[in-house]
């Protein structure tokens, strides 16, 4: 059988499993077995019915996989995953994806809580992301998809000190910049064209920005990320954590 994850990022995977509790690990095969069938429904975007035999049974699958995202144990994958981030800089940004109509309809009036607006193009989530100096993922939150991108600069960027940041113009709010005034980080942020006194900006190190634009680019390589298909935004950062430890497992 052909593996997709390879052996090297099974393996960085596994050492954090291993220190799990409450999981079965003692089977190394059965473990590689269902990241591959998670690896498989995330690139592909299917529903998990149509999730090939020789994984197993779907239900089985989904259900381990639903039991790992009650207990964060995708999200803490995905913070082990990050060995050494260079945190020289770092950038925020945000991106709209499409959900599909089977995302709807978990509960009444709770498509505030699962990260679902509604537009005229249907529903929709937005990712927000924060990206280290390499463009590798440190941290995501999930809002609907008409929910302006300022909103969650600070809560994204809470845990930097000291840190020069760059972002685009949606982050260009004095509110903001004096909260990162106040933790000593550099805003890197070009000014509005409405502003009255327009700020400088360092345009050669803004120039780096490009690398949160790569990262968006790469994680809408799996159709799952790509269009929204879960009912429960834990669900949908699920498979987002998941595909952010591949990222840096490469």
């Not at 964060?72 to 945000?94: G, H, K, R, Y």
């Not at 502003?195 to 690398?211: A, F, N, P, T």
Request: charge should be positive.
């Amino acid at each position: 059988m052909h593996y997709f994850v390879k052996d090297t990022e099974f393996q960085a995977m596994l050492k954090f499993l291993v220190q799990v509790k409450g999981i079965h690990k003692n089977d190394t095969a059965r473990i590689r077995m269902f990241i591959e069938a998670v690896y498989y429904i995330c690139r592909s975007g299917c529903q998990w019915r149509l999730l090939p035999t020789y994984y197993g049974n779907w239900r089985s699958v989904h259900r381990r996989f639903k039991r790992w995202s009650d207990r964060n144990i995708w999200q803490s994958l995905f913070e082990f995953s990050q060995i050494d981030p260079d945190m020289e800089l770092v950038m925020i940004d945000a991106t709209i994806v499409r959900s599909h109509a089977c995302a709807a309809g978990y509960g009444k009036n709770t498509q505030e809580e699962e990260a679902l607006g509604r537009s005229k193009g249907g529903f929709s989530t937005k990712i927000h992301a924060m990206v280290d100096a390499l463009g590798n993922p440190v941290k995501f939150i999930l809002t609907p998809g008409q929910r302006n991108d300022i909103t969650q600069a600070k809560a994204l960027s809470a845990e930097i000190k000291e840190t020069p940041l760059i972002a685009d113009k949606a982050y260009d709010c004095d509110e903001f910049i004096a909260d990162l005034q106040k933790r000593k980080c550099a805003s890197i942020i070009p000014p509005k064209s409405n502003r009255v006194v327009m700020r400088v900006y360092d345009e050669y190190i803004y120039r780096e920005r490009h690398l949160i634009e790569c990262f968006f680019g790469k994680i809408k390589h799996f159709r799952r990320i790509f269009s929204r298909y879960d009912k429960l935004a834990h669900s949908y950062l699920s498979f987002l954590c998941f595909v952010g430890a591949l990222i840096w497992f490469r």
